[in-house]
């Protein structure tokens, strides 16, 4: 080992990479570096990463108190800079104890530190006032705590540089949001329950029929119960990803939780509803009861996450993500579906029509098109050329062979 990790002991320590599901900045990618000791969460690191991978922002750094003292810290912060070697790192404003592990910390790269340099550097990823204005509060605290907290690497540490932020505010690039598109195809959300220990046997039976026991969950769930909170991904493993996140930080309920992921396409003729693009997934904020088409949902225990269990449905359900709010519920919601999303007396699960074998293909319809009429413009301009000809030489001429005589004609 090199570095602040070959300070830890042998304890089982872990380091996992996970997306942070917030919404701060909306083009940026948050991320959670997650510290695990002996399969405990004991710290995490919250950043978020520019669209182009050359800017990240740190947002906290935090260890727990019973694992303090260890060097957590410093790993975790090594880990970061290891994973973006060549991107401008804005460390932002620190707490008391932040800038004491600061002044500790020496694993530090002055020359991609957005402290130690100036702004024309760096001020289209980072707002520079705000900028300014941290490395004041840092300079502050230091001063008060009797730290040096690396001044000597710092550009200009300690001067007055509200001018010189002011100057360069007009060079920050707000990145946009390239987040899935909820038209354009299928996205999965996820969901933790806690399941009668009865439905949790069918459910986990692997001799039964996948999409009958999806069903069944689906029933105990309610059809219009799918979650209004939730992230919707363009691929399960990011939901389930979402759900695990979510365990590290609740133990105590993992042997009875059972991890259900929702794979859903908005429904025909509805318009599209209010929703925030993130970098990596969809979310429904104050959602009115959104109509979706439910093709396919997987399952898995916490304890095991290597055994997923899949359904696919071949005609998709009709079903629903929850409002958040009951009273501001949409007609067409409440028509269908009480306050716990069950479906009302006279209300019966519905299926979409069979015989749409190509939705959700536009693209590559498309491109098969355009690949099929360039090859018939192809054969179109082949065709048309003239016929080859074989060109006989003056000297050649008399030594070519007699035509066959015709046969004489029958009469």
């Given at each position: ?25 909306q ?19 919250d ?7 050359q ?23 090594d ?11 804005d ?40 900028v ?21 690497a ?59 026991r ?90 095991t ?78 065709a ?20 066959d ?7």
């Amino acid at each position: 080992m090199a570095g602040a990790e070959a300070q830890l002991d042998n304890a089982g320590t872990a380091l996992w990479l996970t997306d942070w599901p917030t919404d701060v900045m909306q083009g940026w990618t948050p991320r959670r570096l997650l510290a695990m000791v002996g399969g405990v969460q004991a710290g995490h690191l919250d950043f978020i990463v520019h669209p182009d991978g050359q800017a990240l922002s740190v947002w906290m750094l935090e260890v727990e108190p019973e694992f303090q003292r260890r060097n957590l810290a410093s790993v975790m912060m090594d880990a970061l800079y290891a994973a973006h070697p060549t991107a401008w790192i804005d460390h932002g404003g620190r707490s008391q104890d932040g800038v004491r592990w600061w002044d500790r910390y020496t694993g530090q790269d002055p020359a991609r530190n957005i402290h130690n340099r100036p702004p024309q550097e760096w001020a289209q990823y980072f707002e520079a006032p705000a900028v300014m204005a941290q490395r004041a509060r840092n300079a502050y605290l230091n001063r008060m705590n009797g730290l040096d907290g690396h001044g000597a690497a710092e550009y200009r540490y300690g001067e007055r540089l509200e001018v010189e932020g002011a100057q360069w505010a007009s060079a920050y690039r707000q990145a946009r949001a390239q987040g899935p598109d909820p038209v354009a195809g299928e996205l999965h959300g996820g969901l933790r329950l806690v399941l009668p220990a009865e439905l949790q046997r069918v459910l986990f039976d692997g001799r039964r029929g996948a999409a009958v026991r999806a069903e069944r969950l689906l029933d105990h769930i309610g059809h219009g119960s799918l979650p209004h909170g939730a992230g919707w991904h363009t691929t399960a493993r990011a939901a389930f990803e979402d759900m695990a996140h979510e365990q590290v930080f609740d133990p105590a309920s993992a042997n009875t939780m059972t991890h259900v992921t929702f794979r859903v396409r908005l429904a025909a003729g509805q318009e599209v509803p209010r929703h925030d693009v993130r970098a990596t997934w969809v979310s429904y904020p104050d959602s009115p009861g959104i109509q979706v088409e439910l093709t396919g949902m997987a399952w898995r225990a916490p304890q095991t996450p290597w055994v997923t269990h899949t359904a696919e449905f071949d005609r998709p359900i009709d079903a629903a993500i929850a409002p958040k709010y009951w009273h501001a519920a949409s007609e067409q919601y409440r028509a269908r579906f009480d306050e716990i999303g069950e479906l009302k007396p006279g209300q019966r699960p519905r299926r979409a029509e069979a015989g749409e074998p190509f939705a959700g293909r536009e693209a590559e319809i498309a491109a098969m098109a355009a690949k099929l009429q360039e090859a018939s413009r192809q054969r179109t301009v082949a065709a048309s050329l003239p016929a080859a000809t074989r060109e006989v030489f003056e000297s050649l001429r008399g030594h070519q062979p007699s035509p066959d005589p015709q046969s004489p004609r029958l009469r």
